[in-house]
RNA sequence: GCGAGGGUAGCCAAGCCAGGUCAAAGGCGCUAGGUUGAGGGCCUAGUCUCGUAGGAGUUCUUGGGUUCGAAUCCCAUCCCUCGCACCA
C-alpha cells in the first residue's frame, strides 16, 4: 500500500495546492521572483520546463524559509508570428500543419479554428497553465493576465505617457528591410535566405551625362580623386528617370529601390547598357571620364552603374587590366590617391600581384578587396594635393562635401544578396517614415541603466560583462509596428506598440492584476496609475478604497528580488525592462537582481521545434513523473549552464527518488537508542543542511541536489554498514527523515507532500520550515574518527587487492606519542619547511636521529594529502586513534571477516609498524 | 566579422577567480563479487597505465611561458554555444 506511485502523489498533492499558493500581504517579509512569460505559440517542451522550475525551486525554498513568495505568471500575446501562423494554417501549409497537429498534438477540431491568431494563444495559453500546475509550479495564478486585456493596454498607455514625456519616445526615419509583395517590414525570421544581410549606407556620387547624371554608389567617397573611369554592363537594360525631378540613369531595378527611398521616381524611357559605353561623364573633383564595359557590374546592387578607382579597388584595377589586355583603352592609368603603409605606390596593383590573381573570378578577390579596405582606412592618407588627411577622416569630409555642393544623395543597400522573403520576393530596403524609437541611445539614459546595474545581483556573475556592454551597444529601438497584436500606440494609432516594448515593466502589474480587473477599464485614466504606482494624488480618482488596497499591494511586493530569463534575452528584453524602469520608478522600487539561464539540449542537439527536436514537457511528466523531471532538470546542470535531456538519465532520476522513498519508509520509525554512529549521522546532517542552503541562495541547484541527496544518501550507506548486528538504527533517523524530506521539497515536492504526511509532519511540505543547521549537533571528534575509519578501510582493501593472499588475520599499529608531536607541530605551523628544523632543536627528537626527520617529511606529504576539514580539527583537538579502532573492532571484523588487532606501534614487532603515522596507521596483513 | 561564455577521464559534470588538500568530488554507463533469487532491485569494489603492501608513471583541446610546483596564472591556437535588433 505504500508503492512508490508518483502518479499517486501528484494528484494528491494537487488537491491540496489549488489554492496554496496565492499570496497576499502580510506580516512576513516578501520574496517576490518573476520570469519572462510565454509567448504561447506551441506546446511547451522539456525547455521551457526548466525555465520555470528553476524559479520555482527558488520559491520553494524561499517559502520554507519563512518568506511571503510571490511567484505570478502571464501570457504575451502581442506581436506578429500567431498572425503568419494563423495564415499558414488557413492555407494548409504542409509544415505547419504537420507542426501544430503532429508535433504539438492539436486535435484536428481545435486546429481548424487556428485560423484565428487569438484562439491560437488562447489554446496553448491554457495549455501552458495546465502544464505548468501538473510540474507542480507554485504559481498565484489570480493574477494571470494577457498582453491584450483592455486593462494591461490602459497601463501600457500610462507607462508610455510617462516614457515620452522624459523624452525617450522619439519621431525618426528609418531604412528596413521591405517587401513590396507583402507591403511589409521583413524581420529576420521572415527571410527565407540572407539573414546575414546588413543595410548599408551608400553615398551616391553624382556624374553629369548630358542634361542627365550618373549616380555611383560607394562607401569610399574620398577615392572620387582617382576615378578613372565608370563601369557600365553592356547587357542590362537601364533606364532614364526623373528623380525628384531630375534625370537620373540607372538599372531598373535601381529605380524601384529608389523609389521607396524617399524619391518620387518617374521612368521616361529604357537605355541598352551597350549604348551608354564610350560616353564620357564628368565630376567637379575628378574631371572628364568614360564609360568602359564590365560584364561584373551588377544591376541589382544600388545603382547598377560603379565608379572605378583602379588604384585602390582590386576588382577595377583587374577588370581594367583585362581590357588593356585586349588592346584596348591603354591610355588610362590607375590614379592613386592614398598612400598606405605596407603597400606601393598603387596598392591594388600590389596586392594583385603579391597574391598571384591572374582573373576578375578568383575566389579571393573579396578577400583582398576587404584587406585593402581595411588597411587604407585604418592606416591610409589622402595625398596632400587632396589634402593631406586619414581616410578615416577624409571619407567623411568628403561624403558631406559631395551632398552639400555637388547633388550626392544616400542609398540604402544590403551588403550581400540576395535577400529574399518568405513569400519568394526580393527584399528592398525602403525608408520608412513615422517610424518612432526608443532612444536608448541617449547616453544619460544609459547612464542611469549602468548605475543600476551596478547595484544588482546578478547571477552568475560573469554576465554582468555582457550587461555591460549590451547598455553600451544599444542604439535606438524602433518601438511601433503595423501589423500584429498589440495596444495601440497614442500618438499613432494606426501602429502598435512593439511586442518587447510592451513587456518591460510588467513585473509591477502583477501586483495589482486581480485586483484591477474589478474596475471599468474605462475609468483607468494615467493618473489611476499615478497613484497605484507612484502615490501621486489627484482630485477624482475612482474606486478609491480598490486602488489604495492596490497600492498596498505594490509597495508591498515591488521592487521584484530576482528576474529569471534564458540568456538570449539579455540584449534586448533584460536590459530593456532595466531602461524603463529607471525612467518609471523611483529608486526604491528599481529592479534588485537577475538570474540568466542557460540553454537546452535534447539528447545532444539543440531543441528547435521547426526540425522536430523537441520533447513535450507534458509527455515527460505523463512519462516520468513530474519530480523525476523536476529533479533532472535540476540536478543535470547548474541553472545557468545549458543541459542535455537524455531519456536513460531521466531514468535513473527516477529510481534515485524511488530508492529516497523507500529508505524513508524504511527507516523513519527506527526506534533504538542511539550510537556514537547516530551522533555521526546527525553531525553530518547539519552541513549538509548548511551547504544546501548556501547553494540554493545562491540558485545551485544542482550543488544543493549534490549535497541534500546523495550528500545524505551516502551518510546513510555508511551508517547502516557501521551499525551494530541486529540493529535497525536509532530513533535519531526520524529527525533525519524529516529533515531530508524538507530539504528536497523545493524538488520533488510531490514525493515530499506524501512522505511529510508518513512522517506525521504538520501541515503541508510547501510551508513547512526550512531545516536549520544546529552546531550543538556537530561533533568533529566522531567525524574525525569515521573519517580516520573509512580512510583505513580503504587502504586494507586496496592492499588486500594486491597482495592477492587469503588473510588469516589483520593488524592495526597506531603511530606513537612522538609522531604525532611531529604531525601537530607541522600542522599548525605556517611555514611547513623550517619548521622541521625547529623540531630537531628538541633534545629528545634529535636523539632518534633520523627516525625523527623521516617522520617530519612523511608527516609534511600526508598533511599536504589530507584535506583542511581534516587537518584543522586535529590541531585543536587530538583523537585517541587506539580507542577508535579499539571500539571498531567488531565493524572491521565484520567487514574483513578474520580477526582484526589493534596495537600501539612501538611494541610491535612487526618491521610495517615503523611506518604508522598520525590519522594512517599501519597495516599488515598476514 | 564583432561582443559574451565555454572546452576536464566512456558520457554528464565539480574543481579554475584566491596555484601545492588533484589521478582529479558526484552522477550515469560498464565490469566483478555479494544479497535477493528471475520482471529497468539493493549493497560492496573496480573502471588512464604499471605494480604481490597502502606506491609509481603519464593526463585536464593543442603549443609555448611564469613558478620549487599549474587542470588552476599569462600568451597563442583550434573547436563549440549564445547574441548582433525592428524579432519573440
Known amino acids: 500500500m505504500n508503492e512508490f506511485d508518483l502518479g499517486k502523489f501528484e494528484a494528491e498533492a494537487q488537491e491540496q495546492w489549488t489554492h496554496a499558493f496565492e499570496s497576499n500581504p502580510s506580516d512576513l517579509e516578501k520574496f517576490y521572483l518573476t520570469v519572462a512569460y510565454p509567448y504561447p505559440s506551441g506546446a511547451m517542451h522539456v525547455g521551457h520546463g526548466r525555465t520555470y522550475i528553476v524559479p520555482d525551486v527558488v520559491a520553494r525554498f524561499w517559502r520554507m524559509r519563512g518568506r511571503q513568495v510571490l511567484y505570478p505568471m502571464a501570457f504575451h500575446v502581442t506581436g506578429a508570428p500567431v498572425i503568419g501562423i494563423s495564415k499558414r494554417i488557413a492555407k494548409k501549409d504542409p509544415k505547419t500543419v504537420h507542426l501544430y497537429r503532429d508535433l504539438y498534438k492539436v486535435p484536428q477540431n481545435v486546429l481548424d479554428e487556428f485560423t484565428d491568431p487569438l484562439t491560437i494563444v488562447r489554446h496553448f495559453a491554457s495549455e501552458y497553465q495546465r502544464v505548468m500546475t501538473a510540474c507542480g509550479i507554485s504559481i498565484d495564478w489570480r493574477r494571470k493576465f494577457t498582453t491584450v486585456d483592455p486593462t494591461y493596454s490602459k497601463f501600457i498607455e500610462w507607462q508610455w505617457k510617462h516614457l515620452y514625456e522624459a523624452g525617450h519616445v522619439i519621431k525618426g526615419v528609418h531604412p528596413v528591410r521591405y517587401c513590396t509583395v507583402d507591403d511589409n517590414p521583413v524581420g529576420d525570421h521572415d527571410l527565407l535566405e540572407g539573414d546575414k544581410a546588413e543595410v548599408i549606407k551608400f553615398t551616391l556620387v553624382m556624374f553629369r551625362i548630358g542634361d542627365a547624371c550618373i549616380p555611383t554608389a560607394t562607401l569610399r567617397p574620398e577615392t572620387i580623386h582617382g576615378v578613372t573611369n565608370l563601369w557600365a554592363n553592356p547587357g542590362v537594360t537601364y533606364v532614364r528617370a526623373l528623380v525628384d525631378g531630375s534625370a537620373w540613369i540607372i538599372s531598373k531595378e535601381a529605380a524601384e529601390k529608389i523609389a521607396l527611398q524617399d524619391h518620387t521616381v518617374e521612368i521616361k524611357e529604357e537605355i541598352a547598357g551597350q549604348d551608354l559605353i564610350d560616353k564620357t561623364v564628368s565630376h567637379p573633383l575628378c574631371g572628364t571620364v568614360p564609360i568602359l564595359p564590365a560584364d561584373f557590374v551588377d544591376p541589382d546592387m544600388a545603382t547598377g552603374l560603379v565608379m572605378s578607382v583602379p588604384a585602390h579597388a582590386p576588382f577595377d584595377y583587374i577588370a581594367l587590366r583585362d581590357l588593356q589586355h585586349a588592346g584596348k583603352y591603354t591610355q588610362i592609368k590607375p590614379l592613386p590617391l592614398i598612400k598606405v603603409e605596407g603597400y606601393g605606390e598603387i596598392p591594388a596593383q600590389d596586392a594583385v600581384e603579391r597574391a598571384g590573381i591572374t582573373h576578375q573570378m578568383d575566389s579571393r578577390m573579396d578577400a583582398l578587396t576587404q584587406e585593402i579596405y581595411s588597411a587604407e582606412f585604418s592606416k591610409g592618407k589622402l595625398f596632400d594635393r587632396f589634402g593631406g588627411k586619414p581616410v578615416r577622416v577624409a571619407r567623411d569630409d568628403v561624403a558631406a562635401l559631395m551632398i552639400e555642393k555637388y547633388d550626392s544623395k544616400i542609398m540604402y543597400e544590403f551588403d550581400t544578396r540576395p535577400v529574399i522573403c518568405r513569400c519568394g520576393n526580393k527584399v528592398k530596403v525602403k525608408i520608412l517614415h513615422d517610424q518612432w524609437f526608443l532612444k536608448y541611445s541617449d547616453p544619460v539614459w544609459k547612464k542611469q541603466v549602468s548605475d543600476l546595474i551596478l547595484d544588482m545581483a546578478l547571477v552568475p556573475p560573469e554576465v554582468r560583462l555582457e550587461f555591460d556592454r549590451t547598455v553600451d551597444w544599444l542604439k ?451
Not at 527518488?657 to 546532517?685: C, M, Q
Not at 623540531?839 to 606529504?861: L, P, V
Open 476 to 926: 535606438d529601438w524602433a518601438c511601433t509596428r503595423r501589423v500584429g497584436l498589440g495596444t495601440r500606440f497614442p500618438w499613432d494609432t494606426t501602429q502598435l506598440i512593439e511586442p518587447l516594448s510592451d513587456s518591460t515593466i510588467y513585473m509591477a502589474y502583477y501586483t495589482i492584476a486581480h485586483k484591477i480587473r474589478e474596475i471599468d477599464p474605462k475609468l483607468l485614466t494615467p493618473e489611476v496609475f499615478d497613484y497605484i504606482f507612484l502615490g501621486k494624488k489627484s482630485p477624482d480618482l475612482p474606486e478609491k478604497k480598490k486602488l489604495d488596497a492596490m497600492r498596498k499591494e505594490f509597495l508591498y511586493w515591488y521592487p521584484y528580488d530576482f528576474r529569471f530569463s534564458a540568456k538570449d534575452l539579455i540584449s534586448n528584453h533584460l536590459t530593456f525592462q532595466l531602461f524603463h524602469h529607471v525612467t518609471i520608478f523611483p529608486k526604491d522600487k528599481l529592479p534588485q537582481g537577475m538570474v540568466v539561464f542557460g540553454m537546452g539540449l535534447l539528447n545532444g542537439a539543440k531543441m528547435s521545434s521547426s526540425k522536430g527536436n523537441v520533447f513535450l514537457l507534458e509527455d515527460a511528466v505523463n512519462d516520468f513523473g513530474a519530480d523525476t523531471v523536476r529533479m533532472f532538470l535540476m540536478g543535470s546542470a547548474e541553472p545557468w549552464q545549458d543541459f542535455d535531456w537524455r531519456n536513460e538519465l531521466v531514468i535513473s532520476t527516477k529510481k534515485q527518488i524511488e530508492r529516497f522513498y523507500n529508505t524513508v519508509l524504511e527507516v523513519k520509525d527506527a526506534s533504538g537508542e542511539p550510537h556514537d554512529i547516530d551522533r555521526w549521522l546527525i553531525s553530518r546532517l547539519q552541513s549538509h543542511i548548511e551547504r544546501t542552503t548556501a547553494a540554493l541562495t545562491n540558485f545551485q541547484t544542482r550543488q544543493a541536489l549534490q549535497e541534500a541527496y546523495f550528500g545524505i544518501e551516502t551518510d546513510l550507506k555508511w551508517y547502516h554498514r557501521r551499525l551494530p548486528e541486529n540493529s535497525d538504527g536509532s530513533r535519531e533517523l526520524h529527525a533525519l527523515c524529516s529533515a531530508w524530506v524538507r530539504l528536497l521539497a523545493p524538488f520533488i515536492p510531490f514525493t515530499g507532500e506524501h512522505l511529510w504526511k508518513e512522517l506525521a509532519g504538520e501541515g503541508l511540505v510547501s510551508f513547512a520550515s526550512w531545516p536549520v543547521a544546529d552546531k550543538n549537533l556537530v561533533n568533529t571528534r566522531n567525524e574525525l574518527a569515521e573519517e580516520l575509519l573509512s580512510r583505513t578501510v580503504e587502504d586494507i582493501e586496496s592492499i588486500r587487492k594486491l597482495i592477492q593472499i587469503t588473510p588469516k588475520s589483520i593488524t592495526i599499529s597506531i603511530a606513537p606519542e612522538w609522531k604525532h608531536e611531529i604531525f601537530l607541530l607541522i600542522a599548525k605551523s605556517h611555514d611547513r619547511n623550517t619548521v622541521i628544523k625547529e623540531i630537531m632543536k628538541d633534545d629528545a627528537m634529535r636523539k632518534r636521529g633520523k627516525e625523527a626527520t623521516d617522520a617530519a617529511k612523511q608527516c609534511t606529504t600526508l598533511i599536504h594529502r589530507l584535506p583542511p576539514h581534516v587537518i584543522e580539527p586535529l590541531t585543536r583537538e587530538p583523537i585517541n586513534e587506539m580507542e577508535i579502532f579499539e571500539a571498531a573492532k567488531g565493524f572491521l571484523e565484520k567487514e574483513f571477516g578474520v580477526p582484526v588487532h589493534v596495537t600501539a606501534a612501538e611494541s610491535s614487532e612487526h618491521a610495517k609498524a615503523a611506518t604508522a603515522l598520525p590519522f594512517k596507521p599501519s597495516i599488515v596483513i598476514e
